[in-house]
């Protein structure tokens, strides 16, 4: 109940395609679903976050698509550049409770030149 | 630009010697957690402070390790005896109560064990 699953845990992209990270959970009462990007060597960094209220956020080039019903929600970068290459987790939690956190297990995603 | 800090950055130890990671949280940051970043997964919660009360330490293997945030701003987390599974990145980060919730990451303690 407490998981994150996310897929893939690899992924290449060309430089300008799209790249998709997809993520699901079970517990209904998180409502609140960050994604993080980590660089190696660093520490994960807030890149956009969505709550259930609404099917879509946008900011720039990185998408949040949120599916309530399905419980589940992905991440759309367009036109992928080599600096996107990083690892991405999606992430959620409750606001109303002791906002822990629940993390996915990360996507590794290399972004060719 | 405020920040997480973390120190070390990194830690050799051998097997059965204690260790221990610092942390200050962003100022004004009453939330502050240690989470555990095995190499390829996501960051595993070890435990949560609320200023200096701990708010989850569910995860937290407490025969061997210790976390403490005695005034409530910065926080030590201890490893004694360390373990070769321990081997992994500490990750400390913060949250300012009552908001939105964004958490700021520290760049992490990597900690090997021989």
């Known amino acids: 109940q407490q998981q994150v699953k996310q897929s893939p845990q690899s992924l290449i992209v060309q430089k300008g395609g799209i790249s998709i990270i997809n993520c699901a959970y079970e517990n209904t009462a998180f409502d609140y679903f960050p994604w993080y990007q980590q660089f190696p060597g660093k520490g994960p960094a807030l890149l956009i976050a969505?709550?259930?209220?609404?099917s879509e956020k946008k900011e720039g080039r990185f998408t949040i698509s949120f599916n309530k019903s399905a419980k589940q929600f992905s991440l759309h970068i367009m036109d992928s550049q080599p600096g996107d290459s990083a690892t991405y987790f999606c992430?959620?939690?409750?606001?109303?409770?002791?906002?822990?956190?629940?993390f996915g297990t990360g996507t590794r995603l290399k972004v060719l030149a | 630009e405020a920040e997480v800090a973390q120190s070390p950055r990194y830690k050799i130890t051998e097997k059965s010697q204690a260790v221990a990671f610092w942390c200050d949280p962003i100022s004004g940051h009453a939330t502050l957690y240690w989470y555990r970043q095995i190499l390829g997964q996501g960051p595993e919660l070890l435990v949560q402070f609320q200023d200096e009360s701990v708010v989850d330490d569910s995860q937290l293997p407490k025969d061997r390790f210790s976390a403490e945030r005695l005034k409530g701003v910065d926080s030590t987390l201890k490893i004694q005896p360390a373990e070769l599974g321990d081997s992994a990145m500490y990750l400390c980060?913060?949250?300012?109560?009552?908001?939105?919730?964004?958490?700021?990451f520290g760049e992490g303690s990597r900690l090997t064990v021989l």
């Open positions: 992430a959620a939690t409750i606001t109303s409770g002791t906002y822990k956190y629940i």
């Open positions: 980060a913060s949250r300012q109560a009552w908001t939105a919730g964004e958490l700021f």
């Open positions: 969505i709550r259930p209220d609404v």
